[in-house]
């Protein structure tokens, strides 16, 4: 016989082509080819091996039921009559599953008879437990039954069997049917019910335009409310901002100052100022009673393109084009903290009294919740796929909105749970409004405005826009919206120069507008990806 070193091979080398699952598995078909002759005969049982393997088989299936009280009898009277008209004394081997089993911890009633034998129920109707029953012989027992009558029970069955007999017992002292045990079909008919009334948006009356405002020379780009609800504020493209009475639409009052366009505007609650921020780099505050800047507050290096005021202190929050967020001291000017993290344009900023006290989304996709006593960030959503220019924290839940390209996503404070994506837009989404009777809107690059219920995502209302005369078709962008305070009247800023206002209509009814509501289209859209929404779209057509 050739050697290795002979064909070639070098055996100091070794080698393992097939891995080491293959050579243990030769290495043990070589031991069993040693000890066994004949491969046809079948290798016997091992009875011990037998016997531990039907004993874990019957504890992991049986084990609720071996640790059962035995059954109690009748009371005397009702067994002496029933023994009476029987007109026999039967005795009936009764197999006491008990038996050999150690004594658990739950205390049951004992009779003072000892049930033997081999089944534990009558033989037939009408025949009774006694105790002659307790002179029966126990029936003889094989080495396998006894050791399977030897095995203890675990201590969770024991537990299990506890908890059982006290909700029994419970149940029966306050009178509740057996057929309520347990989980019924009653409390699943109540769950589903319960399931599908939060499932059903709530119907909200449509909008209409109201009023038209002219005014501008350039678009207008943000709107703020005043909280007195008598007149709101706009900024525009032609560098100024006009004051405007909230119940005739005239204007008031037209302040200058910014050297460019004018990106936010926010009314203090506070104070009797106004702040403004634009794409001169600059940040303004107005005093509404002179009418004229008292403060500048410098630091940002580009445009800046949002403003926020934090509701209980007097701190302002400016994002800009820089890619960073600034917190600002209101009375001293001095800046409090420099907020980095966004590598892009910061088109949204958003304040509330709890945490995170700042919310910024960004044109880098991604949204951030700022831990503002740190100066540093709490957490980022990168849900979104495209650039987040609005963001918008409701009234009255703990919860928020932001809006992209790709879809609205609505998050739940204070870790920024994702809840649902709310669909409907084709288009760049540039603003957000929503008010306390959970009314959501959403306006777009291509002039179109959404209204969706804030629950459920359900879009009760789409509209377009209609640019005023001498305007192009393509200038019907929304570029910022805000409702008053009241929630009944829209303020929408667009491009064609325009501010519109809108209001519920008073004639409408759920007969006349009804809701279109197909929870499980919807649940599907929520679920799969954009990506996915076609093929499962072609799925349900498929099947239906």
Not at 375 to 383: D, V
Not at 423 to 430: D, K, T
Not at 519 to 533: C, E, H, K, T
Request: hydrophobic fraction near 35%; proline fraction near 6%.
């Amino acid at each position: 016989m050739p050697s290795p070193a002979e064909d070639g091979v070098d055996s100091s080398a070794p080698s393992f082509p097939e891995g080491p699952e293959v050579l243990h598995y030769r290495l043990l078909k070589r031991t069993r080819d040693m000890f066994l002759h004949n491969r046809s005969v079948r290798a016997a049982d091992n009875e011990q091996s037998q016997r531990v393997l039907l004993s874990a088989k019957i504890r992991a299936e049986y084990a609720s039921v071996v640790d059962l009280p035995p059954p109690s009898l009748p009371p005397p009277a009702k067994r002496s009559a029933l023994e009476g008209t029987s007109g026999e004394h039967m005795a009936v081997e009764v197999h006491d599953i008990t038996a050999g089993v150690p004594e658990t911890t739950t205390t049951t009633t004992t009779t003072t008879t000892a049930v033997t034998g081999t089944h534990p129920f009558p033989a037939r109707p009408g025949v009774l437990l006694s105790e002659n029953t307790a002179v029966v012989q126990e029936a003889s027992k094989s080495s396998l039954e006894k050791a399977i009558e030897a095995i203890p029970p675990s201590a969770t069955a024991s537990e299990a069997q506890k908890q059982a007999w006290g909700i029994v017992a419970y149940k029966k002292a306050a009178g509740i049917p057996e057929r309520l045990s347990g989980t019924s079909a009653s409390t699943s008919r109540a769950l589903s019910i319960r399931r599908k009334e939060l499932e059903q948006p709530t119907w909200h009356p449509p909008w209409k335009l109201m009023r038209v405002i002219s005014g501008h020379t350039g678009w207008v780009r943000s709107v703020a409310m005043d909280p007195t609800n008598e007149w709101f504020v706009t900024g525009s493209a032609d560098r100024t901002l006009k004051i405007w009475d909230l119940a005739s639409g005239t204007l008031k009052l037209t302040l200058t100052g910014h050297v460019s366009t004018v990106r936010g505007v926010v009314v203090s609650e506070r104070h009797p100022y106004l702040f403004s921020v634009g794409e001169d780099k600059t940040v303004k505050c107005w005093d509404l009673e002179q009418n004229k800047v008292i403060r500048s507050y410098h630091g940002h290096l580009s445009g800046v393109y949002c403003v926020a005021l934090h509701p209980t202190i007097d701190v302002l929050v400016t994002g800009s084009r820089d890619s960073t967020i600034r917190v600002w001291d209101v009375r001293t000017k001095s800046q409090i903290h420099a907020l980095s993290g966004h590598s892009n344009t910061v088109c949204t900023v958003a304040t509330q009294s709890t945490d995170p006290q700042v919310i910024s989304g960004s044109m880098d996709h991604f949204v951030k919740l700022w831990d503002l006593g740190a100066g540093r960030c709490a957490a980022t959503l990168t849900n979104h796929k495209k650039s987040v220019r609005s963001a918008i924290v409701h009234p009255t839940e703990y919860t928020m909105a932001s809006a992209s390209a790709d879809n609205i996503k609505k998050w739940k404070f204070p870790e920024g749970s994702f809840l649902q994506n709310i669909s409907g837009q084709r288009a760049v989404l540039n603003a957000l409004a929503v008010n306390r009777d959970n009314v959501l809107v959403a306006g777009a690059d291509n002039g179109n405005m959404d209204f969706f219920d804030w629950k459920t995502g359900y879009n009760f209302q789409q509209m377009q826009t209609r640019v005023q005369p001498g305007s192009l078709e393509s200038e019907a962008g929304i570029f910022g919206m805000a409702f008053d305070r009241t929630g009944s009247r829209l303020i929408v800023g667009e491009a064609d120069k325009s501010i519109k206002v809108y209001k519920e209509d008073d004639t409408a009814t759920l007969e006349t507008h009804p809701i279109h509501w197909n929870p499980s289209a919807a649940r599907d859209r929520y679920q799969f990806p954009p990506s996915l929404q076609s093929c499962a779209c072609a799925n349900r057509e498929r099947l239906s």
